[in-house]
């Protein structure tokens, strides 16, 4: 009975392999007794509207990013144009030069363009209300990378998801670093510690969080910030204020946070102008690990860094895949992030990617 059983199902899968077979063999002389203009119309159809599909199907992203303030947002505009072009999407890149009006303008004419999706970094945190209603109006998702946004209605539903960095935790770890180093800085024996910090642009995302988690981590400690000034994240106005310190303040400068790697730069220049030894008369602590950092950590001349990776590109090339497949993305992704001091830095350089 088992046997039988087998041997009939055996067969009818025969059978319908071989009605299969009949059926695909039945439509080739149908084929061929077409005309030959006609068959001719049919084979260019397919080609036409494959490349038409591939066209259609090129991702357009526009991207309005900051400008190029500093090493770190060269690195990032790299890792994005990079990551784009290896994915095949078409990029407009838009550099606002630090202005959040030109942002604005960069992205109203995505939006004429119809682009598929818009990346915005955004310079400052508020004030993208209007242009980011035109962007949901327009149905163009937009994705934030690197700093953050608040509207003025405390909602986020006006990015689809923000491929950032977690500016808080950087200032925080960056603090508890310089709070249990103290004997290795120098400061075991002083009862007050002067902390002269150079922010980053006024409202943005990077600076205050970087200032309020400072402030948080240091309450009630004896580091005291006694001056507190932007420079922008350059590397020229980190060492134009450092300047203007050093002719009312010198002397009493024990340690200066730096919000970017570049204004530490630029203070650096600054304390050897007039004659002090950077990281050692004056200790410095910043914020980014670029490249320029690790130099000068390994010169001496800067104590310690905590990181925050520019190389977001990929992340966002993979975000976009995923939302243009339909999938679901978490509202915010940060980047992996270290702190690395002085006496670390010879060992690492050779593998930093930025
Ligand atoms: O730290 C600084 C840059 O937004 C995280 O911007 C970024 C900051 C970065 O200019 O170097």
């Known amino acids: 009975?088992?046997?039988?059983?087998k041997l009939t199902s055996l067969a009818v899968a025969l059978t319908m392999t071989l009605s299969l077979a009949a059926c695909g063999g039945a439509a080739k002389p149908a084929e061929t007794a077409k005309p030959a203009e006609e068959k001719k119309a049919e084979a260019a159809a397919p080609a036409e509207q494959k490349k038409e599909d591939k066209a259609g199907k090129?991702?357009?992203?526009?991207f309005a990013q900051i400008g190029a303030e500093s090493e770190w947002r060269t690195a990032n505009t790299k890792s994005i144009k990079e990551a784009c072009e290896k994915a095949g999407f078409e990029l407009k890149f838009s550099d606002a030069q630090q202005k959040q009006e030109n942002q604005i303008k960069a992205i109203r004419s995505f939006i004429?363009?119809?682009?598929?999706?818009?990346a915005l970094a955004p310079v400052v945190e508020t004030g993208w209300d209007t242009v980011?209603?035109?962007?949901?109006?327009?149905?163009i998702p937009l994705i934030l990378v690197d700093r953050s946004v608040k509207t003025s209605d405390g909602k986020d539903d006006l990015w689809v998801t923000r491929v950032g960095e977690n500016f808080y935790q950087e200032g925080v770890d960056l603090a508890t670093w310089v709070k249990t180093n103290e004997?290795?800085?120098g400061f075991?024996?002083?009862?007050a510690v002067n902390v002269y910090q150079l922010e980053g642009t006024v409202g943005s995302g990077a600076a205050v969080d970087r200032g309020k988690a400072w402030a948080d981590t240091m309450k009630d400690s004896k580091f005291k910030t006694v001056k507190s000034q932007t420079g922008d994240f350059t590397r020229a106005k980190g060492q134009e204020v450092m300047e203007s310190w050093l002719k009312s303040d010198k002397g009493k400068i024990d340690l200066v946070y730096a919000h970017n790697d570049d204004m530490a730069l630029g203070a650096i220049s600054a304390i050897e102008a007039a004659g002090l030894k950077p990281g050692v008369d004056i200790k410095i602590v910043s914020v980014d690990g670029v490249k320029g950092a690790f130099e000068a950590m390994i010169a001496g001349k800067l104590n310690c860094v905590a990181e925050c990776s520019p190389l977001t590109g990929p992340k966002l090339v993979e975000t976009i895949n995923d939302l243009a497949a339909g999938k679901q993305v978490p509202k915010l992704t940060y980047a992996k992030e270290g702190v690395f001091p002085a006496d670390k830095a010879a060992e690492v350089l050779p593998s930093r990617q930025y």
Do not use: N, T
Request: proline share 0%.
């Open 188 to 191: 075991k024996d002083k009862a």
């Open 1 to 5: 009975m088992k046997m039988f059983s």
């Open 112 to 118: 004429a363009q119809k682009v598929d999706y818009i």
């Open 58 to 62: 090129k991702i357009v992203v526009g």
């Open 183 to 185: 004997e290795k800085l």
């Open 132 to 139: 980011l209603k035109e962007v949901a109006d327009a149905k």
